[in-house]
């Protein structure tokens, strides 16, 4: 046997491993939490628990009831032991002992997606899942996991409107005990507190005794059909008829949109039965029943050249936090009809699904014009960059901790972007666009090498070096380069907020002038999409994790740069320090990156020694996609004299740095009661203050509390809120004083005493409900249920 030669690597490739070696070994670290969930109770009479016979009961209260007690923490992939019950076939699946969400998975695991990895019960089984409701293997339902964990948490509640046993971990990443039928009786004997609802005030019994008949009888389907009409079926014929037709142009940009809607939720525009549906690969053609091809990734192989491109109803409960809609119909026929096919282009042998070309958008769809493509995805701007906030991507600190907890988004006009006016420079960027995905199966060196050091570097000169041609006199980019949008038709401006392990977006700017911000081009925003939403695989390894992450560094900071270079030359290093004080140097030197850029100027006139808020506020005042101009409570905007007492009162709490701040959750919800019944409710989100956003662990020793503030949002945002408040009209003030005096941790739970919703509260149903009426009230189409998953335990 001979030696294996050995090649000495360039010295930013060998920090770079071990970076890598580091950030696995953390990530397998961070699971290893106590798995003991539960201590035994202090001694106290146990309830009685009335005979429960297997009466009949009315599905649509079943099914209401399982929604706002139940799936409010059992409806997402972070549903505790995969069991998720946002549909009978969710139910009838079970439970695993296999986490989706695993920071120290070394292989990808085997997907377990409802509703598309497996048809039947049996299918499920083979892959690991057991029963919860009664089923095949426990057709005694007093037997089920799910009859017993109902039992269980009546028999032993949680103690009213105090804190949890310290014993009861809420905490995300916790080992969770997810006992079999088998094994419940150990479960239970370890575990008193461990009943559902899980650690939080029971049902009512109305309520309890109703979903008590329903398991005793065999937990059979509540779900309901999706409506239907002939307005509805003549709508989807049209549409599964216009993405499969077959000649090339056709066949390629049915390809890209499905790419680009998969995780939609479709609704059409003139239809008002509340129906959404999925855009979905299948077996089978338009007028039979969807066959789902399964693949890892949307832009996967098939495995075969017949498929057809479907509309598929989306019969599981609607989540907030996934239902990312996006309307169609008609107008929007037309408008892709105007895009993809006015314009005079041609393809010539379609593009292959191999990784090198399917991950890269730029490779696979480059025969496409590129303003049609950037184009499209402006249209929707707010969608696409919600895909990646609120798609699964984005659950956990370390996911989210690639961004800022607020800052504002902008986009390039696409008059302005050389990646859609300049083909020569287009063309020679794509083999320097790929994305990590595209070497899914090698390790992090050979994901994160091409693309992390080589390739980004290259093509930041290519970029560079085209965009000096097109300028030759260096006098930077104009105020009209900053896209304005368009009367009704999708936001321009953009706010995103980071609730430390998840994230939300709304259209505007809101909240005071944020630390930084983005002016996001063509190549970004589709390497954006394809990095976190197309290509991200939420089985993935940790290697996959890291490699998505780190890469998202990159593209946040090329977002950035461009923002920056919009500023006066002279003030541009100061702020881009400031953003990344502490690791900024070394950060600059792995990347083997340029300074920022102040060799040109800027086209802009700028009349104040505050230029970043000056360039954000002339934007917001040029926006034609209908953006507030103004944001009385947390903005000077010199309104603040004809502000309402309530308004006044909670304006004095927004954009203060202040001790108190740090106290507050990610995202506290209020309501304020008043006599006439015209009941408020307010967002207060904790902006956290970091001397950078650029490594994955140690966000504790980044943090600057004393920094901190409060955006207060009128209306309710968010799909985890961690904490409700509730306030009496005429307490108001004493909210706001009791609020801002705090210093220490006595004083935060003095105040979850006078006004908070503790989780053990009796009223804590009655308050998640009027603010899940809330969100379904006020977003008809975009509303969903809040997740309880985050709630917190002061």
Same mark, same amino acid.
């Given at each position: 046997?001979?030696?294996?030669?050995?090649?000495? +690597?360039?010295?930013?490739?060998?920090?770079?491993?071990?970076?890598?070696?580091?950030?696995?070994?953390?990530?397998?670290?961070?699971?290893?939490?106590? !798995?003991?969930?539960?201590?035994?109770?202090?001694? #106290?009479?146990?309830?009685?628990?009335?005979?429960?016979?297997?009466?009949?009961?009315?599905?649509?209260?079943? =099914?209401?009831?399982?929604?706002?007690?139940?799936?409010?923490? #059992?409806?997402?992939?972070?549903?505790?032991?995969?069991?998720?019950?946002?549909?009978?076939?969710?139910?009838? =699946?079970?439970?695993?002992?296999?986490?989706?969400?695993?920071?120290?998975?070394?292989?990808?695991?085997?997907?377990?997606?409802?509703?598309?990895?497996?048809?039947?019960?049996?299918?499920?089984?083979?892959? *690991?899942?057991?029963?919860?409701? %009664?089923?095949?293997?426990?057709?005694?339902? @007093?037997?089920?996991?799910?009859? =017993?964990?109902?039992?269980?948490?009546?028999?032993?509640?949680?103690?009213?409107?105090?804190?949890?046993?310290?014993?009861?971990?809420?905490?995300? &990443?916790?080992?969770?005990?997810?006992? !079999?039928?088998?094994?419940?009786?150990?479960?239970?004997?370890?575990?008193?507190?461990?009943?559902?609802?899980?650690?939080?005030?029971?049902?009512?019994?109305?309520?309890?005794?109703?979903?008590?008949?329903?398991?005793?009888?065999?937990?059979?389907?509540?779900?309901?059909?999706? %409506?239907?009409?002939? /307005?509805?079926?003549?709508?989807?014929?049209?549409?599964?008829?216009?993405?499969?037709?077959?000649?090339?142009?056709?066949?390629?940009?049915?390809?890209?949109?499905?790419?680009?809607?998969?995780?939609?939720?479709?609704?059409?525009?003139?239809?008002?039965?509340?129906?959404?549906?999925?855009?979905?690969?299948?077996?089978?053609?338009?007028?039979?029943?969807?066959?789902?091809?399964?693949?890892?990734?949307?832009?996967?192989?098939?495995?075969?050249?017949?498929?057809?491109?479907?509309?598929?109803?989306?019969?599981?409960?609607?989540?907030?936090? &996934?239902?990312?809609?996006?309307?169609? *119909?008609?107008?929007?026929?037309?408008?892709?009809?105007?895009?993809?096919?006015?314009?005079?282009?041609?393809?010539?042998?379609?593009?292959?699904?191999?990784?090198?070309?399917?991950?890269?958008?730029?490779?696979?769809?480059?025969?496409?014009?590129?303003?049609?493509?950037?184009?499209?995805?402006?249209?929707? /701007?707010?969608?696409?960059?919600?895909?990646?906030?609120?798609?699964?991507?984005?659950?956990?600190?370390?996911?989210?901790?690639?961004?800022?907890?607020?800052?504002?988004? $902008?986009?390039?006009?696409?008059? !302005?972007?050389?990646?859609?006016?300049?083909?020569?420079?287009?063309?020679?960027?794509?083999?320097? +666009?790929?994305?990590?995905?595209?070497?899914?199966?090698?390790?992090?060196?050979?994901?994160?090498?091409?693309?992390?050091?080589?390739?980004?570097?290259?093509?930041?000169?290519?970029?560079?070096?085209?965009?000096?041609?097109?300028?030759?006199?260096?006098?930077?980019?104009?105020?009209?380069?900053?896209?304005?949008?368009?009367?009704?038709?999708?936001?321009?401006?953009?706010?995103?907020?980071?609730?430390?392990?998840?994230?939300?977006?709304?259209?505007?700017?809101?909240?005071?002038?944020?630390?930084?911000?983005?002016?996001?081009?063509?190549?970004?925003?589709?390497?954006?999409?394809?990095?976190?939403?197309?290509?991200?695989?939420?089985?993935?390894?940790?290697?996959?994790?890291?490699?998505?992450?780190?890469? $998202?560094?990159?593209?946040?900071?090329?977002?950035?740069?461009?923002?920056?270079?919009?500023?006066?030359?002279?003030?541009?290093?100061?702020?881009?320090?400031?953003?990344?004080?502490?690791?900024? /140097?070394?950060?600059? &030197?792995?990347?083997?990156?340029?300074?920022?850029?102040?060799?040109?100027?800027?086209?802009?006139?700028? $009349?104040?020694?505050?230029?970043?808020?000056?360039?954000?506020?002339?934007?917001?005042?040029?926006?034609?996609?209908?953006?507030?101009?103004?944001?009385?409570?947390?903005?000077?905007?010199?309104?603040?004299?004809?502000?309402?007492?309530?308004?006044?009162?909670?304006?004095?709490?927004?954009?203060?740095?202040?001790?108190?701040?740090?106290?507050?959750?990610?995202?506290?919800?209020?309501?304020?009661?008043?006599?006439?019944?015209?009941?408020?409710?307010?967002?207060?989100? #904790?902006?956290?203050?970091?001397?950078?956003?650029?490594?994955?662990?140690?966000?504790?020793?980044?943090?600057?509390?004393?920094?901190?503030?409060?955006?207060?949002?009128?209306?309710?945002?968010?799909?985890?809120?961690?904490?409700?408040?509730?306030?009496?009209?005429?307490?108001?003030?004493?909210?706001?004083?009791?609020?801002?005096?705090?210093?220490?941790?006595?004083?935060?739970?003095?105040?979850?005493?006078?006004?908070?919703?503790?989780?053990?509260?009796?009223?804590?149903?009655?308050?998640?409900?009027?603010?899940?009426?809330? @969100? !379904?009230?006020?977003?008809?189409?975009?509303? *969903?249920? +809040?997740?309880?998953? =985050?709630?917190?335990?002061?």
């Amino acid at each position: 046997m001979t030696e294996r030669k050995r090649t000495k +690597l360039p010295p930013a490739q060998v920090a770079l491993a071990a970076i890598a070696l580091v950030i696995i070994a953390a990530a397998a670290g961070l699971t290893g939490k106590n !798995a003991r969930l539960f201590q035994k109770p202090p001694d #106290h009479d146990a309830l009685t628990v009335p005979e429960i016979s297997a009466a009949s009961f009315d599905a649509k209260q079943v =099914r209401q009831t399982v929604e706002r007690r139940c799936v409010v923490c #059992h409806g997402c992939y972070d549903s505790p032991c995969q069991f998720r019950m946002t549909s009978s076939d969710g139910i009838s =699946r079970g439970a695993s002992q296999q986490p989706v969400y695993n920071s120290s998975r070394l292989n990808e695991a085997p997907l377990t997606r409802l509703g598309i990895d497996a048809s039947s019960t049996e299918e499920w089984r083979d892959l *690991g899942f057991f029963d919860v409701a %009664p089923g095949v293997q426990n057709s005694d339902p @007093a037997q089920s996991v799910l009859w =017993r964990m109902l039992m269980l948490g009546k028999e032993h509640p949680i103690p009213q409107n105090t804190s949890l046993p310290k014993s009861i971990d809420l905490d995300i &990443t916790r080992d969770l005990t997810c006992p !079999a039928p088998t094994g419940f009786d150990d479960y239970e004997r370890k575990n008193p507190f461990g009943g559902m609802p899980y650690a939080v005030a029971p049902m009512d019994d109305k309520e309890w005794e109703m979903l008590a008949r329903w398991v005793k009888s065999g937990a059979p389907s509540f779900q309901r059909d999706p %409506p239907t009409s002939n /307005a509805l079926s003549s709508h989807i014929a049209e549409w599964e008829q216009f993405l499969n037709r077959r000649e090339p142009r056709e066949r390629l940009v049915a390809r890209y949109l499905y790419e680009h809607l998969f995780l939609a939720h479709l609704y059409f525009s003139d239809i008002t039965s509340g129906t959404y549906f999925q855009l979905v690969r299948a077996s089978t053609p338009p007028g039979e029943p969807i066959k789902v091809i399964a693949t890892r990734r949307p832009y996967d192989n098939p495995e075969t050249d017949e498929f057809y491109y479907r509309l598929s109803p989306v019969r599981e409960t609607i989540l907030h936090k &996934t239902h990312i809609t996006y309307k169609i *119909g008609p107008k929007r026929l037309s408008r892709y009809r105007e895009l993809f096919f006015e314009l005079d282009w041609r393809v010539g042998a379609l593009p292959s699904y191999e990784p090198s070309v399917a991950s890269n958008p730029f490779a696979a769809f480059s025969a496409i014009p590129a303003s049609a493509r950037y184009s499209f995805l402006l249209d929707d /701007a707010e969608y696409f960059i919600r895909t990646f906030i609120r798609g699964p991507v984005c659950r956990g600190q370390v996911a989210v901790n690639v961004i800022e907890d607020r800052f504002w988004v $902008m986009f390039l006009n696409p008059d !302005a972007d050389l990646s859609v006016n300049d083909p020569v420079y287009l063309e020679k960027a794509i083999p320097l +666009l790929g994305l990590p995905a595209e070497h899914a199966d090698g390790s992090l060196f050979e994901r994160l090498v091409p693309a992390y050091l080589d390739h980004h570097r290259q093509y930041a000169e290519l970029r560079e070096k085209r965009y000096d041609m097109a300028d030759p006199q260096k006098k930077g980019p104009s105020i009209d380069d900053i896209w304005l949008g368009q009367p009704k038709n999708g936001a321009a401006l953009l706010t995103v907020f980071r609730h430390f392990d998840n994230a939300t977006v709304v259209s505007g700017f809101h909240g005071d002038v944020p630390e930084t911000a983005w002016i996001v081009d063509f190549p970004t925003l589709e390497r954006i999409y394809y990095n976190l939403v197309a290509g991200f695989d939420v089985f993935g390894s940790v290697e996959h994790q890291v490699a998505t992450r780190v890469y $998202m560094d990159l593209l946040r900071m090329e977002s950035e740069d461009l923002f920056l270079s919009f500023l006066p030359p002279e003030s541009r290093r100061i702020l881009h320090d400031g953003w990344y004080r502490g690791g900024h /140097a070394k950060i600059r &030197t792995l990347l083997h990156r340029s300074p920022i850029s102040i060799d040109h100027d800027t086209q802009i006139n700028f $009349m104040s020694n505050v230029p970043k808020a000056e360039l954000l506020f002339k934007v917001l005042g040029r926006d034609q996609s209908g953006a507030p101009r103004t944001d009385a409570i947390n903005r000077m905007d010199g309104q603040q004299s004809s502000l309402s007492p309530e308004i006044a009162a909670l304006a004095s709490l927004s954009s203060v740095q202040a001790p108190w701040v740090q106290y507050l959750p990610d995202l506290s919800l209020v309501r304020i009661n008043h006599q006439n019944g015209d009941n408020r409710v307010y967002s207060l989100v #904790h902006d956290k203050a970091h001397t950078n956003v650029a490594f994955l662990f140690v966000e504790n020793l980044r943090r600057e509390p004393e920094k901190d503030t409060i955006t207060v949002i009128q209306g309710l945002i968010g799909s985890y809120p961690n904490f409700f408040f509730v306030v009496d009209e005429g307490e108001l003030d004493n909210f706001v004083h009791s609020l801002s005096a705090m210093r220490t941790e006595q004083d935060w739970r003095s105040l979850v005493d006078a006004f908070g919703v503790r989780r053990s509260s009796p009223q804590f149903w009655e308050t998640a409900d009027f603010f899940q009426d809330t @969100a !379904a009230d006020r977003h008809p189409s975009k509303g *969903g249920l +809040l997740d309880l998953n =985050r709630y917190l335990d002061p």
